[in-house]
């Protein structure tokens, strides 16, 4: 049979061979129904993306910098002062305190948040009831920073509060309230921060140990590892990244959001709780000086770019260090 097919084959070709028919084959596979779209096609969708992005952040930023060399006024046109507006910054003791409060808060908010949101992620990861639960700790985080700040002006007051009531039986707390006390107000603040932002940082530490690879976790076990020694050695190098987003999100959060300060303090009492984007409010909304408050805004968005990319490299992944550690000793070697 094989060899009457291919005999019946050969006489096939040399037919077509005499005759000047032979079947040419295909270097090409069939053509696709669409053709692939230009670039200038992917680059007229952006088109209304990008043309709006740069209406709300290039062009105020731009403004802002013409702000900040001019002495702005609402009634009178714009009048050059160049440098002027940044060098009265140095003297000005308010602005100072500004910054130190400000690192202060930052400080406070983002060891309290990264803690207790890793803490409890570490509990809720595997739990039995972990969706009700993660579902029920975002809740404060899906609610207005000013609506949060008015439900804990209420909770904080001094004579119906219910957590006055609670501090003061457990004698943290004298007759004053919370947000009156001047030693007392910073803390006040923070806590709102941390009840409203830590589940923030719970489901982004969960979302890592998600992606925690569970044959290293094991083996590390079968060596002895208990729980504790586990985490730090397998689950915290995973979830680095993770922590770092983390961290960058609530930083730069910290240094932009006062909505729940203006609605328990407003800076006060006296200026206890006036950190610089409050401090840049009062003196841009409330005494118009815009042209001063253009040049503290900028001088507050460099320092967050420099005080990011610093943040960056303290809490880059370890891997990443240690590979290029390694990459540099090589190249010297």
């Known amino acids: 049979m094989q060899k009457s097919l291919s005999a019946s084959r050969a006489s096939f070709s040399a037919i077509e061979e005499d005759h000047g028919y032979a079947a040419r084959r295909l270097d090409y596979g069939p053509g696709a129904l669409n053709e692939e779209p230009k670039r200038r096609y992917h680059i007229l969708l952006m088109a209304p993306a990008i043309v ?5 952040t290039i062009y105020p930023f731009f403004w802002l910098i ?8 609402v009634a009178r046109s714009d009048r050059w002062v160049g440098l002027d507006n940044y060098a009265r910054l140095f003297g000005d003791v308010k602005f100072t305190d500004g910054w130190l409060l400000l690192l202060k808060y930052s400080a406070l908010c983002l060891t309290l948040e990264i803690l207790i ?3 409890l992620a570490v509990i809720l990861n595997g739990s039995r009831f972990e969706k009700v639960l993660v579902t029920v700790f975002l809740m404060p985080m899906m609610m207005s920073p000013v609506v949060a700040g008015l439900v804990w002006y209420y909770l904080y007051n001094g004579t119906f509060g219910w957590y006055h009531w609670l501090f003061q039986s457990i004698g943290i707390l004298g007759e004053t309230s919370i947000l009156a006390d001047i030693d ?3 803390w006040g603040i923070v806590i709102v921060d941390v009840w409203q932002w830590t589940p923030l940082i719970t489901l982004i530490t969960l979302a890592g140990l998600k992606r925690v ?3 290293q976790l094991e ?3 079968v060596d002895g590892a208990g729980s504790l020694r586990n985490f730090f050695t397998v689950s915290l190098p995973n979830i680095y990244p993770f922590l ?11 240094f932009r959001f006062i909505d729940h300060i203006l609605v328990l303090t407003g800076g006060g009492p006296g200026n206890a709780t006036r950190i610089l984007p409050v401090y840049l409010f009062d003196v841009s909304f409330q005494f118009f000086k815009l042209g ?17 990319m610093i943040l960056v490299r303290i809490f880059d992944d370890p891997k990443k260090q240690a590979a290029s550690g390694g990459a540099g000793e090589t190249t010297d070697d």
């Open 117 to 119: 949101g890793v803490a």
């Open 219 to 221: 083996a590390n076990m």
């Open 52 to 56: 709006t992005l740069a209406a709300i």
């Open 244 to 254: 770092l987003i983390a961290i960058l999100l609530r930083f730069m959060d910290n």
């Open 213 to 215: 690879p569970q044959d």
């Open 66 to 73: 013409y702000m900040s060399l001019h002495k702005v006024s």
């Open 184 to 186: 007392t107000a910073m």
């Open 292 to 308: 001063r408050g253009a040049a503290i805004a900028f001088t507050l968005l460099i320092v967050t770019i420099i005080l990011g």
